[in-house]
């Protein structure tokens, strides 16, 4: 993205790539003030709070993650996969999603 934005020289002694994993999150380099600023979907920034998200990207910069949800032929338990499945996709779960940074289906 900072080559995308024709900042890439400026800034690679400045980046500092999160290792992931519960303590390795870029809201957690936050927080500790290991970081000043951080890129990270919003919901995992959210999900901290002691991060404050203070903006989105532009559009032309976003990378959309889509989740998906499926039975599989072979699942024990159809009915209640059916039945959580109905539920993530529901028009109700949607003010949870936005809750969580998450644009519902």
């Known amino acids: 993205m900072f080559e995308r ?6 800034m690679a002694p ?14 957690v380099l936050i927080a500790s003030g290991e970081a000043e600023i951080g890129l990270q979907q919003v919901s995992e920034l959210m ?3 002691d991060v404050e998200v203070i ?3 532009p559009p032309e910069l976003q990378q959309i993650t889509i ?3 499926a039975v599989t032929t072979n699942a024990r338990e159809v009915e ?3 039945t959580l499945i109905k539920a993530l996709s529901a028009p109700s779960a949607a003010p949870i999603y936005k809750a969580k940074g998450l644009d519902p289906p």
């Open 14 to 27: 400045k980046v500092r790539l999160a290792a992931g994993g519960p303590n390795g999150r870029v809201s």
């Open 47 to 49: 999900a901290n709070p």
């Open 67 to 69: 989740y998906s949800a």
């Open 5 to 10: 934005l024709g900042i890439a020289a400026e």
């Open 80 to 82: 209640a996969a059916k």
């Open 55 to 57: 903006g989105m990207l």
